[in-house]
């Protein structure tokens, strides 16, 4: 539904500590340029608050639309409106919440696995189960493995990408994607390897996990950090062709 509110509720909504944990980089330069548009234009959309009084002290924040509101209190007095009319939603759980600011998104900048990451990380503790995965994998992408893609990472520890957008992050089998990311990491790191390696080794230790084969983690490394050294992958281009490479230098006697 649509309410008006005052400039003076709109600065309140826009303190810091009200501000939605994944959504409170607020840049300046797109402040400016939204002020621009709404000094030449006027509000060519509505801001969209939430209200999360159901399960958040906080009453209502701001769930799309933050740069614009930021925009319109910075304008000039004589510029400023005193009142302006918001899309008002209310929410029953933060789930909801998110799903919302992800759709929302993606009808202007598409979400990538990292927002998604971020989001379930920062606001999504009402589901604990689920959080503890969320917790650990931010962990992993933010302090350990620094520098793996954030959607190589949810390929490796999660079971589906779909449940990981969707707040329900299930892990396949934690110690085998630990390995699995950790000699990752050593092939970026050490070796400047990029998507395709990662995703060839990805695809191989998965054939492995699903052939109930085993993996001997050290012979592994110690085989493609030999072969690498080796240059022996210079003329490979695609993932598939650096799969069956890892699968060649893992078996060779």
Known sequence: MTETITTKQLENFLKEKNLLEFNRTISLKHVEKMQRSVLNCGLLRLPVLGDVSAFDKRGVVIVDGQHLCKAITLLNPKDRPKKIDVIL???????????????????????????????????????LEHWTNYSYLYSKYNDVFDGLPCGFLVDVYSVSKSGFREGTLEFRDKEFSDKLAQLSYKLKKDYNKGSFALQGLRFWAFDRLNSKKTIDWEKLNSRLSWALKNNEDIRIQGREDFRDFVSNTYSRV
Do not use: C, F, P
């Open 89 to 127: 939603k209310k929410y029953n759980t933060k789930r909801e919440v998110i799903n919302d600011i992800s759709k929302l998104n993606n009808t202007q900048k598409t979400w990538n696995d990292e927002n998604y990451l971020d989001a379930w990380y920062k606001y999504g503790k009402e589901d």
